[in-house]
């Protein structure tokens, strides 16, 4: 796929690039094919591997002659006799605004049990993690209560053990496990830091008030190693 250098660390070795289908992605220096010196709005060549750049190339154009580049030029901009307009590509800022995620606490909570899942990389606002927060609450409220409706109907006088309720609890906490765990990483990106940090958020006692507080720290100001400052923040 063909995109755009957004941004390149060479000192880190990072990078993000705008790709022809309008989407973000990351890569690192291991990810070129070659050592070289990326500058912005460079075009390269890559594979796209969910949101992650490899076997990075940087592309350079085909010397033509007068006559030789004319004819395409004139073929790209014309269009045929009935022929609907086709709009152009856009790389950088202009392909970032196309293609704008929704910011609402119910699409926060949507991709991260989906294009989220499993996605460690990149930033989370304090917003995405509050709206997961609540919708995934709501979630496990609504398990339990139905949980229990069935032990309720199938027992007499609530004395069986809610087997139901017990099971849909533990199913519901194990399938949300996953996205629970890169959300807290993409937060801790999000203020700069390691999300090995997560480790700390797993411990007895201590681990939901660390949560807390990393919940509760504001987006760090400027892009950082992790990537551009999420959506719809105002700093």
Same mark, same amino acid.
């Given at each position: 796929?063909?995109?755009?250098?957004?941004?390149?660390?060479?000192?880190?070795? =990072?990078?993000?690039? %705008?790709? +022809?289908? $309008?989407?973000?992605? @990351?890569? *690192?220096?291991?990810?070129?094919?070659?050592?070289?010196?990326?500058?912005?709005?460079?075009?390269?060549?890559?594979?796209?591997?969910?949101?992650?750049?490899?076997?990075? =190339?940087?592309?350079? %154009?085909? +010397?033509? $002659?007068?006559?030789? @580049?004319? *004819?395409?030029?004139?073929?790209?901009?014309?269009?045929?006799?009935?022929?609907?307009?086709?709009?152009?590509?856009?790389?950088?800022?202009?392909?970032?605004?196309?293609?704008?995620?929704?910011?609402?606490?119910?699409?926060?909570?949507?991709?991260?049990?989906?294009?989220?899942?499993?996605?460690?990389?990149?930033?989370?606002?304090?917003?995405?993690?509050?709206?997961?927060?609540?919708?995934?609450?709501?979630?496990?409220?609504?398990?339990?209560?139905?949980?229990?409706?069935?032990?309720?109907?199938?027992?007499?006088?609530?004395?069986?053990?809610?087997?139901?309720?017990?099971?849909?609890?533990?199913?519901?906490?194990?399938?949300?496990?996953?996205?629970?765990?890169?959300?807290?990483?993409?937060?801790?990106?999000?203020?700069?830091?390691?999300?090995?940090?997560?480790?700390?958020?797993?411990?007895?006692?201590?681990?939901?008030?660390?949560?807390?507080?990393?919940?509760?720290?504001?987006?760090?100001?400027?892009?950082?190693?992790?990537?551009?400052?999420?959506?719809?923040?105002?700093?």
């Amino acid at each position: 796929m063909r995109g755009e250098v957004l941004h390149y660390d060479q000192e880190q070795g =990072f990078g993000f690039i %705008a790709g +022809a289908d $309008g989407k973000r992605y @990351s890569f *690192a220096r291991e990810d070129l094919r070659r050592e070289m010196a990326l500058a912005r709005g460079a075009e390269v060549e890559f594979q796209p591997n969910g949101d992650r750049a490899s076997n990075v =190339f940087s592309v350079r %154009a085909r +010397a033509t $002659g007068p006559m030789e @580049s004319a *004819a395409p030029i004139a073929a790209a901009t014309v269009p045929l006799p009935g022929s609907a307009p086709t709009a152009p590509t856009h790389f950088g800022r202009n392909a970032e605004n196309e293609t704008t995620e929704s910011t609402g606490l119910w699409s926060y909570f949507w991709r991260g049990l989906t294009t989220n899942y499993v996605n460690f990389s990149g930033r989370a606002r304090r917003k995405e993690f509050w709206g997961f927060c609540l919708f995934w609450t709501i979630g496990l409220v609504v398990a339990i209560g139905v949980g229990l409706t069935v032990d309720l109907s199938r027992g007499e006088g609530g004395a069986d053990e809610p087997i139901v309720m017990l099971g849909l609890f533990g199913l519901y906490v194990l399938l949300t496990f996953l996205p629970w765990i890169s959300l807290i990483v993409r937060r801790l990106h999000d203020l700069g830091l390691t999300g090995w940090l997560v480790i700390l958020c797993l411990l007895p006692y201590v681990g939901g008030l660390a949560t807390l507080v990393f919940a509760l720290i504001p987006t760090q100001a400027g892009d950082n190693k992790w990537g551009p400052v999420p959506a719809g923040v105002r700093l």
